[in-house]
């Protein structure tokens, strides 16, 4: 979003402008592995994929008959030695199709996926009869102990898993509840709540924007600033820049204010309330010149969907107008 900004920044008459949004996902999955764990990261992940399907099997019994049709009869599951050739081939549709899927979307983002993508990884891997020869192989692992290896290994890390799962489903509880008590307006419990989860949740950009926005309508800006400036670096996006534009402002940083709202705007300038904001920033801080600017711009905007929030917004604009007359700024 940050780059998006930028861009907008640049070009802000630009027609992209009216389809623009708040941006989470590359919509596409190996550009977005590139780009967060760089050459070396996406050259790891395309080794594990080459060097499990470099040699795909073909069943023996795939042939076509006399007629020229395919022999179905090879399809008989109840042979235990085809059972591992259908497991294979399943799953490699299954890892393609999640493939496919990432070129266009984000399935790594969708937990249901992501557990069929484990399944099926996991099912092709048992499914290989070269696997625990390749450990032996590899590592110099003797053979019989090279299938227990996983199974060592798993329960090595249970407990530890164990310990992390509790915490962060404890800490999503706190946030789900934190959520909740802000909609309903009770926003000293809100921060409690939020506070108990902080601890294990202090990287998650998406809770940070939650809990700084509940700060700032708090009045709590010192440390709406704080937990605000955290999260863009991870998750940067418009609600916590218009938070952040709110924190600044109540604590007399007008200059601060004003930026903060404009890289909230260049973010996504189809939106009318970070322009909004910025007007009444402009008018409360004695800017009458800028503050009319802004409002006439927005009046003459034409709004991506008509909603009850940016006709009120409009006829905000309109008292200040009528305000800067009534004073004699403008004629």
């Known amino acids: 979003m940050d780059y998006q900004a930028e861009y907008f920044r640049q070009k802000v008459a630009a027609d992209e402008s009216l389809v623009a949004g708040d941006v989470n996902y590359a919509f596409n999955e190996p550009l977005e592995l590139a780009t967060e764990y760089g050459l070396v990261g996406i050259g790891i992940i395309f080794f594990i ?4 399907f470099r040699r795909i099997p073909v069943h023996t019994h795939c042939r076509a008959n006399n007629n020229g049709l395919m022999d179905r009869s090879f399809m ?5 030695n085809k059972l591992p050739f259908f497991v294979r081939h ?17 399935p790594s983002e969708i937990l249901p996926v992501k557990i069929c993508f484990v399944i099926a990884f996991t099912a092709y891997v048992a499914s290989t009869k070269e696997f625990a020869g390749n450990l032996s192989f590899r590592f110099h692992i003797p053979g019989k102990l090279a299938k227990y290896v996983p199974l060592v290994t798993v329960l090595f890390l249970l407990p530890v898993g164990s310990i992390h799962i509790s915490k962060t489903r404890t800490a999503y509880i706190y946030w789900k509840s934190a959520v909740d008590l802000y909609n309903y307006g009770l926003l000293g419990k809100s921060l409690q709540a939020y506070e108990e989860a902080y601890p294990y949740l202090k990287n998650n950009g998406i809770f940070l924007s939650n809990y700084g926005k509940a700060l700032a309508r708090s009045e709590k800006f010192e440390k709406a600033i704080f937990i605000l400036k955290r999260g863009v670096n991870s998750y940067p996006n418009t609600v916590s820049y218009t938070a952040l534009g709110d924190s600044y402002k109540g604590i007399g940083k007008i200059a601060l204010a004003e930026k903060a709202y404009l890289h909230a705007w260049y973010m996504n300038p189809g939106r009318f309330y970070p322009k909004y904001l910025l007007a009444i920033l402009y008018e ?21 969907i008509e909603s009850d929030a940016s006709r009120k917004i409009i006829e905000k604009m309109n008292e200040i107008i009528t305000r800067a007359k009534t004073k004699g700024t403008f004629e």
Request: aromatic share 14%; charged share 20%; glycine share 4%.
């Open 49 to 52: 994929f080459y060097y499990l």
């Open 76 to 80: 008989n599951l109840n042979d235990a």
């Open 90 to 106: 399943m799953s490699i549709a299954m890892m393609l199709s999640f493939v496919v899927f990432g070129l266009f979307s984000y």
């Open 284 to 304: 409360e801080s004695g800017q009458i010149e800028k503050a009319l600017d802004v409002a006439h711009e927005l009046i003459q905007k034409k709004a991506k």
